[in-house]
């Protein structure tokens, strides 16, 4: 889970920057790994479709948000 950590950070990163397609980029690789750690109903999965789909919704692509 330190690599989804990271990934989520890295995610971050790119929304304050404003580079939101690398952010979608990080944020969908911290996903994968934690719905395969912690599987789809676990809180922390939540967060993280939380993230993308916020990403998605600043790049302005609301249907994927």
């Keep these: 889970l330190e ?3 990271t990934y989520d950070n890295l995610g ?3 929304i304050h920057k ?6 979608i980029e990080y944020y969908e ?3 994968t790994i934690i719905v395969k750690t912690l599987g789809p109903g676990h809180p922390d999965t939540a967060f993280a479709y939380n993230n ?3 990403a998605f919704n600043n790049k302005g692509d ?3 948000a």
């Design 18 to 23: 404003g580079d939101y397609n690398k952010a």
């Design 12 to 14: 971050k990163a790119y």
């Design 29 to 31: 690789r911290c996903l």
């Design 52 to 54: 993308l789909g916020n």
């Design 62 to 64: 609301y249907d994927k």
């Design 3 to 5: 690599t989804a950590s």
